[in-house]
């Protein structure tokens, strides 16, 4: 669904706050409560079941990113590549993007036995594999990457980018730059060796440092 | 600590059991003590707290993983990096093994709010990397591999694979074959161009289908 009202907005805002504050497993529809303006009451009249909000949650989340995602399509292959991979690098101590990611990874072990959540799972899984899959194919065609197989690298892309959040968030300040190393080794030896003589990538640093860049 | 006992063994047992069962989060010493032949509580008699006992296993755990390692350390390089990365390709459909992955993975989504589990899956951290490093310094040493950063390298290897198998597990069926894919994927892009000529690896099939393979 899409924010269809103020309200909704309000109440998904709220989960997103409490999320952070509470993770997914023990939340409660009093802890959402809580995070806005609304009773209890109110919200169970606007969402049936806390399942109803934390799904409309996810659709919410999904549906901004896939619009986010639209706006760049038009940019060049490799600054598409490079944001993406960018918005993996975890600033240390960023304790409040801790705190979401944690609470979705919870999410995401718990949601392997809920249909409706794991559906949320797959697209998710889906959005961020296409991503890849459309930038490396537009790169193909504009000759600025070496014809891989755009499906596999997205898959090994996904589940490095993942794999090193997960790491960092989980592990405590001494991995505070897994995912940042972890980067810049792709970029090293999966990125480079596609890219052809026509490729103009801008660097980590610039990415990073882009004040333009929607994190 | 190691296996102590009979009796703390067995109970260890029950825990790995009921944590496949019901995973971490709702986990409770009755689900435990219903796993075991013993009352609930003879198991509080030999762990004061429900986290004493996780954290008994989660020791045993990395203390058996450890001692495996160690029988392989004689092995080639080639051999045991194989080995390191095929044990990370889950079988399609081993329900069993998914249901203690995702109980591991909720409790690295919790425990990073807990100091004693942060520390053991600070130790798990290490462990695989300091195994991948290890085979990595050899290899450069025999000549095997070419002289990459063995940390960086590790660090690299360790996320991606973390990420496959946590995609596997929490996507569903369509997802079956993600880890595979990734394993296939980092031979291609990561390990194979660091190979010397004088590298002898065998191949993934050869090492998922060896019968002397310690899963």
Redesign the interface.
């Known amino acids: 669904m899409g924010r269809e009202s103020a309200t909704d907005e309000e109440i998904l805002e709220a989960v997103d706050r409490a999320l952070r504050k509470h993770?997914y497993?023990?939340l409660t529809m009093q802890d959402i409560a809580d995070e806005s303006s609304k009773s209890k009451s109110l919200l169970h009249y606007h969402f049936d079941t806390k399942e109803d909000l934390l799904v409309a949650f996810l659709d919410d989340l999904l549906d901004s990113y896939e619009q986010r995602l639209e706006c760049r399509s038009t940019d060049p292959p490799g600054e598409r590549l490079m944001e993406f991979l960018a918005r993996f690098v975890f600033a240390p101590g960023d304790e409040d993007r801790?705190a979401f990611h944690?609470?979705l990874?919870?999410m995401?072990?718990?949601?392997?036995?809920n249909d409706r959540i794991?559906e949320r799972?797959?697209r998710s899984?889906r959005l961020l594999r296409t991503t890849v899959i459309d930038i490396l194919e537009d790169g193909i065609e504009e000759g600025v990457f070496e014809p891989v197989d755009p499906e596999?690298?997205a898959?090994?892309l996904?589940?490095?980018?993942?794999?090193?959040r997960?790491?960092q968030?989980?592990?405590?300040e001494?991995?505070d730059s897994?995912t940042r190393?972890?980067v810049?080794?792709?970029l090293e030896?999966?990125i480079e060796?596609i890219l052809t003589e026509e490729a103009d990538l801008p660097t980590i640093e610039e990415t990073l440092d882009d004040p333009d860049r929607q994190g």
């Open positions: 993770g497993a023990k801790e944690l609470a990874l919870e995401r072990s718990q949601g392997a036995f794991r799972l797959v899984d596999r690298t898959a090994l996904v589940a490095t980018l993942d794999g090193a997960t790491r968030i989980t592990l405590g001494e991995n897994y190393t972890v810049e080794e792709l030896r999966v060796p």
